[in-house]
């Protein structure tokens, strides 16, 4: 501390206190502790300010019973400043110590908000974000008590959800508020182990229990959801999906039945607009309509498709290379003949199936299952990225279509998130890319909301990340996906972000719209038949075992064999 802070604060606090009787109750110690400057404004500036700590009063603080007085002044601890007849909040950023003092610490802290203060007991009440008032340098600091966090992290009356506890409190719940965090989008971070998978499906079971006619749709690459939500959801993979092919517009067509690249590619598109275009209006549906284009979601018989192509390719003159019809007829040939994509190119999905399609996947009704699970862990690899992209887009033509209704807003919810929105450097061009980010960008105006769940953020398209307005980080092994989480988290969340590579299992920092002020949570325990299929194996009791490897992989290489 500096001189001039050391000789403010010593007027103010008077002697030194260690000399108290040892007698005196633990209460006694936390209200002295919590009435008791911990330091001195030293600087001011628009976000944030430099102060300085004494070393003894923060080791005074450390043996107190109330847990937030006993990490008082240290990083991504929250301190209080006083201001006239108000309190001001701020975070913790870092410490260094001051080279011209022994007792002292130099810190940086950041605004969070300010309240007013309680009469009788001096709290903090009436708590509200940002600041219009500052302190001036010489102001005193004081530690933030459980019981002032209490009424910074009380619900304000919104609609929301408890997912666990306020570190380092041991009984302040922390909620988020439902309405917020949806309606501006949110993102889950955390790497591989940290207990994403299981937070996220906590994070949706509480949802679904606030909103039990709500309207969820999942994305989930590896299968891992299906046992979380098998009593409250609606589980749709390969065997039960029953997606049509025509509901595909032609950006989509071009993606699984066209092989070429360069400028044949763009020959053989130019000919599958045509054929695509002509086989959906034969359909009876399209006659009725009138003007149809090749991007309408119009039923058409494969069949059609086909002896169109045919009939194209018989009309060349011998000068005109027949080569992107073959291309086009061989591609289409080899998915009807490949039982894995029956799922989607199935004869018997040729009806007019939408009304219903929609209704199962976006749960309308819901008849007490508002959240579906969409498993596309046995979906053909070169065309997962065509499947989520056309549920991902049928939400939001749903939603643009749906604008003069009472609106029924939906959150998409998408596992692995850097797979299907990767930045440009990983960036491969495909639709699901495309209709990701403009639903980032702007599916709140239509009633769609966005949960994206990475283990890798910084592999995620560039400006995605900063449309999420609440994020929800746990560790971040990783430099650079730590630097992209801080470029993308607002400025007042500085001081826990820097705490990110030490996050335990089961923690997060939460920051953004769906908080009060950035907070640091610990996870409330899942119950066992609500966690997703998502735990490592034990190597060592694995391998302890034998015994039935032969018939293990006889029913292994049969499934195989039988992936259809």
Not at 507 to 520: F, K, L, M, Q, S
């Amino acid at each position: 501390m500096t001189d001039h802070g050391r000789q403010d604060f010593e007027r103010f606090t008077g002697p030194n206190s260690a000399g108290a009787e040892e007698g005196a109750s633990a209460h006694a110690i936390s209200q002295d502790n919590a009435r008791l400057p911990i330091g001195v404004v030293l600087e001011i500036s628009g976000s944030g300010s430099q102060i300085a700590l004494d070393l003894q009063r923060l080791n005074d603080c450390m043996k107190d019973a109330d847990p937030s007085i006993a990490l008082a002044g240290q990083v991504g601890s929250q301190i209080k400043i006083r201001v006239g007849d108000a309190w001001l909040l701020a975070n913790v950023r870092d410490q260094r110590k001051d080279r011209r003092s022994d007792g002292g610490i130099i810190a940086h802290i950041d605004f969070l908000g300010e309240g007013g203060e309680e009469k009788l007991t001096g709290r903090i009440n009436g708590f509200k974000r940002g600041v219009t008032r500052y302190p001036i340098p010489g102001a005193m600091i004081y530690p933030a008590t459980t019981r002032d966090l209490e009424q910074i992290y009380a619900s304000d009356g919104r609609a929301s959800i408890t997912i666990g506890k306020v570190f380092p409190t041991k009984d302040i719940r922390a909620g988020l508020y439902i309405d917020a965090m949806l309606g501006k989008h949110f993102a889950l971070l955390g790497s591989t182990g940290t207990g994403k998978s299981t937070s996220a499906a906590l994070i949706l079971h509480r949802i679904c229990e606030a909103a039990p006619k709500g309207h969820i749709v999942m994305i989930d690459p590896h299968g891992e959801y299906s046992a979380a939500f098998r009593t409250t959801g609606q589980i749709l993979d390969v065997s039960n999906l029953q997606m049509p092919y025509w509901l595909m517009n032609y950006e989509e067509h071009c993606e699984v039945l066209l092989s070429s690249s360069g400028n044949e590619r763009q020959v053989d598109a130019d000919i599958l607009a045509k054929v695509l275009l002509a086989a959906r209006s034969k359909s009876r549906l399209a006659q009725t309509m009138g003007k149809i284009t090749v991007d309408s979601p119009i039923p058409y018989l494969l069949s059609d498709f086909s002896n169109i192509l045919q009939d194209e390719m018989g009309k060349l003159d011998k000068a005109t290379s027949s080569a992107p019809y073959m291309r086009i007829k061989q591609k289409l040939d080899e998915i009807k003949a490949d039982p894995r994509y029956q799922f989607m190119f199935s004869g018997m999905l040729v009806g007019d199936t939408m009304v219903d399609f929609i209704g199962k996947i976006f749960r309308m009704p819901g008849h007490g299952r508002p959240i579906s699970i969409i498993d596309v862990s046995g979906v053909p690899s070169d065309i997962t990225s065509t499947v989520v992209a056309v549920l991902s887009r049928l939400v939001f033509d749903f939603a643009i279509w749906s604008r003069d209704e009472k609106t029924r807003p939906v959150l998409l919810v998408c596992e692995e998130a850097h797979r299907y929105v990767p930045n440009e450097k990983n960036a491969d061009g495909s639709s699901v890319g495309k209709i990701l980010s403009r639903i980032a960008k702007e599916g709140r105006k239509y009633g769609i909301s966005l949960g994206l769940i990475t283990q890798r953020p910084s592999d995620l398209a560039e400006g995605v990340l900063s449309q999420c307005g609440t994020i929800i980080a746990m560790r971040l092994n990783n430099d650079r996906d730590q630097a992209f989480v801080r470029a993308a988290m607002p400025e007042g969340a500085r001081g826990f972000l820097d705490s990110i590579p030490a996050l335990r299992n089961r923690e997060c920092i939460i920051c953004g719209e769906g908080v009060a002020i950035p907070i640091r949570v610990t996870f409330d325990n899942l119950e066992e038949h609500k966690r997703p299929a998502s735990e490592d194996p034990s190597f060592v009791e694995l391998w302890s075992k034998d015994g039935g490897e032969e018939e293990l992989v006889e029913r292994v290489v049969m499934r195989w064999r039988s992936q259809g």
